[in-house]
């Protein structure tokens, strides 16, 4: 937010993005890279690209991605913003 106003913008609204995606591939890291558990690691880092049962579960845990979007803790979000004139 600070970088934006510094750069001369103005936020308008920011949206938090219901995504859980991040959180698998945090969970596919740590098993592929600490408990050298490479297939099943890979499968979390490329989630939800895996499909059938990867899909099925993006379903299935969405309502954890809303929860997670509105205490703002979602990963991902889109900011939109207008560039500041100059009497502001």
């Known amino acids: 937010k600070l970088l934006l106003e510094r750069s001369g ?18 969970i596919g890291f740590i098993l592929k890279y600490n408990w050298k558990a490479e ?4 499968w979390f880092i490329n989630y939800p690209n895996n499909g059938g049962f ?27 913003s207008i560039p500041k004139r100059d009497n502001e």
Not at 57 to 79: D, K
């Open 9 to 26: 913008f103005t936020i308008t609204k920011i949206f938090y993005q219901r995504n859980i995606a991040d959180i698998f591939k945090s």
């Open 54 to 80: 990867g899909s099925l579960l993006q379903i299935l845990l969405y309502p954890l991605a809303l929860f997670q979007s509105t205490i703002r803790q979602s990963g991902r979000i889109t900011i939109i």
């Open 39 to 42: 297939k099943i690691g890979k």
